[in-house]
């Protein structure tokens, strides 16, 4: 079985992340996939960035729930390369998606709904999902496991993907239970004999943030389903 490659927030290990040339440079590269978060500004638009607030990642502060699309647009998203790319915009869900018209790259939509409960997160994300037609090539993934079983039981077909940090009891059961396709551990956790378990169980394995050589290795020997890394360029050449 061949690995694929995520990029993580795109190709965050160089680019900033989760912005359109982030994505872009994970697409050029040949990543299979990226990885990207979803959170909902105050006037209920889906918006791609990681933490609950800009604080970090922009030159902004507040939290995204509180500020409108109008004003996340404002944000400069380019983080710690500003001298290498300089602006770059928040997207929205809805512009990676426009985007990804013309690849063939699948896309793995984490829902960041675990601080901050965003109403309508998952009714909104998947009509989005059904709008362009992208059931087979979005994955939804989540901390939040009951976000999750209601991704399920709004979308009988959408892969449905469990993130977690420590070590799950027979986590294909578990998967199993809440109707999900796939595992997201975090790399350390993905010990091999519970990689090929799940797998032979019909789960995917696909670890996060892969980003040493040898922890690359490792996971693509077993083989793991996918590898969720920073530096989809580095992996691409190490892996194929």
Not at 228 to 238: F, G, N, S, V
């Amino acid at each position: 079985m061949r690995t694929e490659i995520f990029g993580h927030r795109g190709s965050a290990g160089t680019h900033p992340e989760n912005t359109m040339i982030s994505f872009k440079e994970a697409a050029r590269v040949g990543a299979d996939g990226i990885e990207l978060d979803v959170q909902m500004t105050k006037d209920g638009e889906l918006v791609i960035i990681h933490d609950e607030t800009v604080n970090r990642t922009t030159n902004g502060k507040g939290w995204v729930k509180d500020l409108t699309l109008v004003e996340i647009k404002k944000l400069d998203a380019s983080y710690k390369f500003k001298s290498k790319y300089g602006f770059c915009e928040i997207p929205t869900l809805k512009e990676v998606f426009k985007w990804a018209k013309s690849n063939n790259i699948l896309i793995n939509v984490e829902l960041k709904n675990g601080l901050v409960q965003y109403k309508m997160l998952e009714e909104k994300t998947i009509a989005l999902i059904k709008e362009y037609k992208y059931e087979k090539r979005v994955i939804l993934s989540s901390f939040n496991h009951y976000g999750m079983v209601k991704c399920r039981q709004l979308s009988p077909t959408i892969e449905i993907a469990l993130l977690f940090m420590e070590g799950i009891y027979e986590p294909w059961d578990y998967a199993n239970r809440l109707q999900a396709n796939s595992i997201h551990p975090y790399h350390p956790v993905a010990k091999k004999e519970i990689v090929i378990e799940a797998q032979k169980k019909g789960i995917k394995v696909r670890p996060f943030t892969v980003n040493d050589e040898k922890h690359m290795k490792r996971l693509a020997s077993y083989p793991c389903s996918a590898i969720i890394t920073d530096y989809p360029e580095r992996a691409i050449q190490l892996l194929r």
